[in-house]
């Protein structure tokens, strides 16, 4: 397995297209917009080969016949899913962001499940293999920019990534996807459906590998809130940051060894419903790592002003951690109540994992509220530590910032709440793995409503209980 310096300058060996603010960047990693998300990658790299996080970073894989980084593995047992929750707590702690490796976990196991007993599972099969023996960071490709939302992809295909051409050695593919986390950091491309489709629509049902150096792929860096900050003593959280980036995909060829399906609606439906279950869970572990960052620094602030000890200040604070382990809980719920399916992979509970990622599209917003209480008018409107630094104005302004350290917690709770870390934070809580209304339609379609009816009728006496016909 790569170490954290391996993959960093893996990706300097990458033929990479990446524009930022206009400008084509040729070496990207050390671009002040882009570095601090190559370090919450290899962050990844760097816990599976610490001996007290090894196990948890590290999954046995039979492909290969040895261990592999988690996020390249799959997830054969039930105690898998539990771990991968418990790894993302422990990096969204470790990092205070996003850590961009969780769409292509799900995905492949997502895959794995949707190619079962297909034409593609063989290919699919040698291709993750090459990827754990290469210990490669995935992009996983699946939003598509969507359009008019009351068409059909069919009626407006330009908005979705699609097959334009068929040959005997492989499809080439046109269009783009959007909101990819980390995707300027990854190695591969795992290009899937964004959404299930009908007849008609099996030009959009693809699933492929492509490298993020072929031949018509571009990549373009998303904006930021603050991301200028990015590398300066502003920037808040002074080591990690999120990025997304807009993928354009223009006549790329894929050859068939890298072409897992192609029209099959079947296997659309099944990916998307398989990544959504493990997605949404995920959030039950990142977003509460993260949000252990946040409380903390909450808590520094009232330690630094002295007022931890009061008790309107000790209640927000609980009803900080209180909040973050209801979505822990929930996402621990989902993975320890799991199903095993015929391909040999465990998903998770889809119900419990859905209700895990509506409670994120809304308590971390509760949070953020309670930490910008805490943290007081100066969050907004502190002078910059350059200011603070100046051999002039830095005297004079000692009384106004109190404290360097203050300084500092206060530009980490910044980039939590609005500035360059809430985005792959707080608008990722609400539209990362499915807004709300997508997790409302699931858990309508899913919980049994008739069970529930029937045990009041009979509570009622209404029925007879066949359930407890012993009990007079």
């Known amino acids: 397995m790569k170490t954290a310096a391996e993959y960093i300058q893996s990706l300097r060996e990458r033929t990479l297209r990446l524009w930022i603010d206009g400008e084509r960047v040729d070496d990207p990693v050390d671009h002040p917009k882009i570095r601090p998300a190559v370090n919450a990658i290899a962050a990844t790299y760097a816990l599976a080969h610490k001996d007290e996080t090894r196990e948890l970073a590290t999954v046995h894989s039979d492909l290969i016949g040895a261990r592999v980084n988690r996020f390249c593995g799959l997830f054969r047992e ?16 470790l990092t205070g962001t996003c ?63 699609r097959v334009v051409e068929r040959r005997d050695d492989g499809i080439v593919i046109k269009g783009a996807k959007l909101h990819q986390t980390g995707a300027a950091n ?8 964004g959404q299930a489709l009908r007849e008609g629509e099996e030009d959009f049902a693809v699933a492929c590998a492509v490298d993020v150096g072929a031949d018509g792929v571009s990549m373009v860096l998303g904006r930021q809130p603050s991301d200028g900050r990015r590398g300066g003593p502003d920037a808040g959280n002074a080591r990690f940051g999120g990025q997304e980036c807009v993928v354009l995909f223009d006549d790329v060829f894929v050859p068939n060894d890298h072409v897992f399906f192609d029209g099959d609606l079947e296997a659309a439906a099944t990916l998307v419903d398989a990544f959504a ?14 949000l252990d960052v946040l409380t903390g ?55 419990l994992a859905n209700v895990t990622k509506h409670h994120v599209t809304k308590l971390p917003y509760e949070i953020v509220r309670l930490a910008e209480d805490l943290a007081g008018g100066s969050l907004s409107t ?15 302004l000692r009384t106004v910032a109190y404290s360097r350290e203050r300084a500092q917690a206060l530009r980490l709770i910044e980039s939590l709440t609005y500035g360059a870390g809430s985005v792959p934070f707080r608008i990722e809580c609400m ?31 209404l029925d007879a209980d066949t359930e407890l016909p012993e009990v007079p």
């Not at 309107?312 to 320890?336: F, N, P, Q, W």
């Not at 502190?382 to 004079?396: K, N, R, V, W």
Request: proline share 5%; aromatic share 6%.
């Open 297 to 351: 620094a909450a808590d520094l602030v009232t330690r630094i002003h002295n007022v931890r000890r009061a008790p309107h200040i000790r209640d927000k604070l609980v009803e900080m951690a209180h909040l973050t382990e209801t979505i822990y809980g929930l996402g621990r719920g989902a993975c320890s109540k799991c199903t095993r399916h015929d391909a040999g992979i465990w998903q998770v509970d889809r119900v």
């Open 186 to 193: 990854a190695h591969r491309i795992l290009v899937m459906p």
């Open 99 to 161: 850590f961009q490796r969780c769409v292509g976990l799900d995905g492949i196991n997502a895959l794995f499940i949707a190619t079962w007993q297909k034409p593609g599972h063989d290919r699919f099969v040698r291709w993750l293999t090459e990827v754990q023996r290469e210990d490669l960071t995935l992009n996983g490709c699946m939003t598509d920019p969507k359009g008019d939302r009351s068409k059909r992809p069919v009626e407006q295909p330009e908005h979705y990534l």
């Open 277 to 290: 279950g493990f997605h949404r869970s995920s959030y039950g572990g990142c977003k509460p790592g993260n």
């Open 382 to 396: 502190l002078p910059s530590i350059a200011d603070l630094d100046h051999p002039e104005l830095g005297e004079q």
């Open 431 to 461: 539209h990362g793995a499915g807004s709300p209304q997508a997790q409302r339609i699931v858990l309508e379609r899913n919980i049994d409503w008739d069970s529930k009816v029937s045990r009041a009728r009979v509570l009622a006496g």
């Open 78 to 93: 039930p105690v898998d899913l539990v771990k991968k929750l418990e790894f993302q707590r422990v990096l969204g702690r």
